[in-house]
């Protein structure tokens, strides 16, 4: 018994002293001196040395043009005429410029025969709508508005006769045309107005009626021009009998030539208080307007 105990101790030690000697194997701080001898970790971003990165290629998002076809921006630009020509159905254009759109040109200066559709005159108000019809075909090398088409003003400005014999006015704008079925903007002056065989050309654009100032001055000496005429005939009838009726004819010839005078002089201060004449372009009238802007047509 005591013998089996003896054994028991004796391999009870040999493993406590195994346990040390690996315990010592574990602790030991020699392998870390090492490293701290042979390794600064300040020295890291400095030392490492990385290998360069890959270039990556411009992955920008190009330009669509739509589903099928891409133009990307490394691509020489083409001409009009190439796009024309090229075989690619550009089904969606998502940033549409305006200036590269195909028109055609009417250039201003150019003169259209319009026929009005109403009466005008200077009663309308300002802003009044009216429609005119061209009386004859248009044409440029790329189009042609036919005869009988709707053109569109309106009435840019407009007044009554004035005092001191000022006249009425009109001023028509044309603004619009109906061609293919669509309304194309214009702009467009009238020039010359032909009515029953009459023509009256308009200066810039104003249809004037006639100023009547000096007319209505002269008129307002009338009433002194009948009075004195009238002395005068009083004046030889007196003559006539003699007599005691000479002593009168003085009188009446004086009397007539002095309302007269006071008629004439105060006639200019009269006729500041009278009108002038009123416009009025009746139904059929030829007007001759004029493009100050270029008309374009959009395809």
């Known amino acids: 018994m005591i013998k089996n105990i003896v054994n028991l101790f004796i391999i009870f030690c040999v493993l406590l002293l195994a346990n040390l000697s690996f315990a010592t194997d574990i602790f030991d701080l020699s392998v870390d001196d090492e490293i701290r001898r042979n390794y600064n970790p300040d020295k890291l971003n400095v030392d490492t040395a990385l290998p360069p990165l890959p270039k990556i290629m411009n992955m920008e998002k190009p330009y ?13 630009a083409k001409t009009n005429s190439e796009v024309l020509n090229s075989s690619v159905k550009y089904t969606s254009v998502r940033n549409y410029d305006a200036a590269q759109a195909s028109y055609a040109m009417m250039k201003k200066g150019r003169k259209i025969k319009l026929k009005t559709t109403c009466d005008i005159t200077d009663r309308m108000k300002k802003g009044t709508r009216i429609s005119l019809i061209s009386t004859y075909p248009v044409s440029t090398t790329y189009f042609t508005i036919p005869g009988g088409t709707q053109f569109f003003g309106e009435i840019a400005d407009v007044h009554r ?12 704008k044309i ?5 293919n079925n669509q309304f194309i903007p214009l702009n467009a002056e009238v020039k010359k107005i032909t009515n029953n065989m ?11 009626g006639k100023r009547k100032y000096v007319k209505n001055m002269i008129a307002s000496t009338e009433p002194g021009t009948k009075f004195c005429k009238k002395m005068y005939k009083t004046t030889g009838k007196y003559w006539k009998k003699g007599g005691v009726h000479m002593l009168m004819t003085p009188v009446t010839a004086v009397t007539g030539t ?20 009123s416009v009025s372009i009746p139904r059929g009238s030829i007007l001759e307007v004029k493009l100050t802007d270029n008309l374009y047509v959009y395809k």
């Open 175 to 179: 603004t619009s045309v109906l061609f």
């Open 258 to 277: 002095a309302v007269w005078a006071g008629n004439a002089i105060a006639s200019p201060f009269v006729a500041i208080f009278t009108r002038g004449e």
């Open 64 to 76: 669509h043009v739509n589903d099928s076809q891409v133009i990307q921006k490394n691509e020489p």
């Open 161 to 172: 006769p004035q005092f001191t014999g000022n006249g009425g006015l009109i001023v028509i």
């Open 198 to 208: 009459n023509s009256k050309h308009i200066f810039l654009n104003d249809i004037k």
